[in-house]
């Protein structure tokens, strides 16, 4: 969580950072602030959104061609203007932004109250950067040093910016944990969280690793380990545009990233599925085809959506593949002392590639010989680059908080994966697996065709709004999308909601319905569509309102539900990527109904890189 900006040239920086600040708020927006260096160190913060600050320092003398910028999603110490990053340091003359925790941050803080500090703030930011300048004036080194010194005493995840008045075209930074991206322009240097705040300028990027430290001025990018030792930057391509960070006419990102989600899933089968071939093209896959042969069991871990898309990818995988699968909060994962056995294999499900827990999951997993596949979306992210091979989801850049094009993204990569395995085990039939790959193609067609009636889905949001409690309930391959169903829901619109699989109802959720009570059946014709419709009656008996989510041609489903959105007809297993689009669409009405900032809930941020 947090964004970090920096730029140092001949540009003015303010303007540069301001922008990037307001293209990183989806990471955290509780407060903001910049510090810029023009005849001195000048820091302006304040609690709230990055439009607050602007407003604030209207007037002020903003010129500098060295500046930093951090938007906050609070850890230590409530969101106000004090604990708004950058914290200054007790001589006045360091400034510094920090994403992440710096877990040892009250130990440090005892040495140093010890020694005579004073704190403003309660944050760890504050005394990693006095601990910084203690270590500066002790050691009588320079800032570099004092850094690569305190950094070997730190415990926890950062990415730190400093900026010295002394030195003013100069930005340290460095990261363990939390991602830091670097761009190298002609004569200038940005830096960012990601690398949005910098599209504009260079497509030439540098992803900084753990454990490494940059110094950064305008016309010079030094890399080293904390062991001093020089780091030759790996300058990468971007492949992005602008536009993927624009809301292209939306009201908001997430309706934008909902409607987006014909091409992205084009986009992620295109150069992969051949359904006339019968070819399926997964070079990570295929360089571990042997190990997903023998594999005696997959382990799945990841959190929130992604985790809903490791649900559903259980039933997938188990159903073609015969392998047993196991789906993990990576949270949980990482804490417990779970058993890995020889040939195992982990998949990672995340978009944003830089999840806490299921970063250290992952190194967890390793540690004991497991073989990391990961599902990432956000290309060059850390769990791309932690795992052994993965399949990038191309949905592009996603900004809204909740997730939307990345899930169906997962759930096509997860689907192909799942049929190249089987093919190669000799799991599924000739048949099957055609047939399978022909529905898959036609899964951007289908869903095209079902957004153009997203209106239905306004209308029923608006009759809803008002409920206090809403239950989400479905069956087999449906059951992880009534799960995300209620998530989306949670996070949009503030409304209480709980996924259930619709038989568990009568041991325990069935107490809740009433009249006022909004129950959201996941109920496309698959294999269990019996069994649902018993349970739709049983809500009905006891006054229950019914929202159906049902395939077009289903003649029962219409009968009982209050209200029923049709989805296009598919197989079981690709049916999870039309039914999770209506309830984006719902969660999504009924967030604007209700009047909430849907692209940045309450609480929530975008990445969460704290545990
Ligand atoms: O970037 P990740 O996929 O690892 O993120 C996992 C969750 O934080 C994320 O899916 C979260 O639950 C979303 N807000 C859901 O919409």
Redesign the pocket.
């Known amino acids: 969580m947090c964004g970090i900006v920096g730029y140092t040239g001949p540009k003015e920086a303010y303007p540069i950072v301001i922008t990037g600040l307001k293209r990183l708020e989806y990471r955290g927006y509780d407060s903001t602030g910049v510090a810029l260096l023009n005849n001195g160190l000048k820091v302006y913060k304040k609690k709230g959104r990055v439009a607050d600050l602007e407003e604030s320092i209207l007037g002020k003398d903003l010129h500098a061609h060295t500046g930093i910028g951090h938007t906050r999603w609070a850890t230590h110490g409530e969101p106000s203007d004090t604990n708004a990053h950058p914290h200054v340091s007790t001589s006045g003359k360091l400034a510094m932004i920090h994403n992440g925790i710096i877990e040892n941050y009250a130990q440090l803080k005892k040495e140093l109250t010890n020694k005579g500090y004073t704190f403003k703030s309660e944050t760890d930011t504050e005394v990693l950067l006095n601990f910084i300048e203690e270590i500066r004036k002790n050691n009588q080194c320079d800032l570099e040093e004092a850094v690569r010194v305190a950094l070997k005493r730190v415990s926890g995840a950062y990415v730190i910016l400093l900026v010295d008045e002394d030195n003013p075209d100069t930005i340290i930074a460095a990261r363990k944990g939390s991602p830091l991206v670097i761009g190298v322009g002609k004569g200038e240097h940005f830096l960012g969280s990601d690398a949005s705040p910098m599209l504009e300028y260079t497509k030439e990027v540098v992803y900084v690793n753990d454990y490494e430290l940059a110094i950064v001025r305008p016309d010079e990018l030094i890399l080293k380990n904390l062991g001093n030792e020089k780091i030759t930057p790996f300058v990468t391509k971007l492949d992005m545009e602008l536009a993927a960070i624009e809301k292209g006419g939306y009201d908001h990102f997430m309706l934008k990233e909902i409607f987006e989600q014909p091409s992205t899933i084009h986009d992620c089968l295109r150069g992969r599925l051949d359904a006339l071939a019968g070819t399926i093209t997964m070079s990570g896959v295929e360089n571990n085809i042997e190990h997903f042969k023998k594999a005696p069991r997959i382990i799945i871990i ?7 898309a490791g649900l559903v990818a259980e039933y997938i995988i188990e159903e073609l593949c015969r392998i047993p699968v196991e789906v993990e909060y ?1 949270s949980e994962f990482r804490y417990r002392n779970p058993v890995i056995n020889k040939g195992d294999i982990i998949i990672a ?7 806490a827990d ?1 970063l250290v999951a992952i190194e967890k997993a390793k540690e004991q010989g497991a073989i990391i596949f990961g599902i990432v ?2 290309v060059g992210s850390s ?1 791309a680059r932690l795992s052994n091979g993965g399949a990038y989801t191309h949905a592009g850049m996603e900004i809204g ?4 094009k ?2 169906t993204g ?1 759930l096509a990569v997860l689907t192909m994966v799942a049929l190249k395995i089987a093919r190669e085990k000799g799991t599924i039939s000739e048949e099957r697996y055609r047939n399978l790959l022909l529905e898959l193609q036609d899964v951007p067609e289908k869903v095209e065709a079902l957004l153009k009636n997203a209106d239905e889905i306004r209308l029923i949001a608006e009759k809803y709004k008002d409920a206090k409690d809403a239950l989400f309930l479905g069956r087999g391959y449906n059951f992880p999308i009534a799960l995300e169903g209620a ?2 829901l949670k ?2 619109s503030y409304i209480h909601a709980e996924g259930y699989p619709a038989a568990e109802m009568k041991h325990g959720p069935i107490a809740l319905v009433d009249e006022n009570l909004p129950v959201v059946f996941v109920a496309t014709k698959d294999s269990y569509h019996e069994k649902i419709v018993s349970n739709i009656q049983e809500i009905k008996a006891r006054k229950g309102m019914v929202i159906a989510i049902a395939t077009e041609g289903d003649e029962t489903i219409p009968g009982l539900a209050d209200d029923v959105f049709f989805v296009p007809p598919a197989d079981e297993i690709i049916a999870p990527m039309l039914s999770c689009i209506p309830l984006q669409l719902l969660s999504y009405y009924m967030g604007v109904a209700k009047g909430v900032d849907v692209d940045k809930p309450r609480n ?1 941020a ?3 890189t704290v545990e």
């Open positions: 990841a959190c929130g959506t992604s985790w809903h990576a499900i995340s978009q944003s590639g830089e999840t299921t979306n956000v769990i908080v909740a997730s939307t990345a899930f997962q998530l989306k996070e949009i929530l975008k990445s969460v």
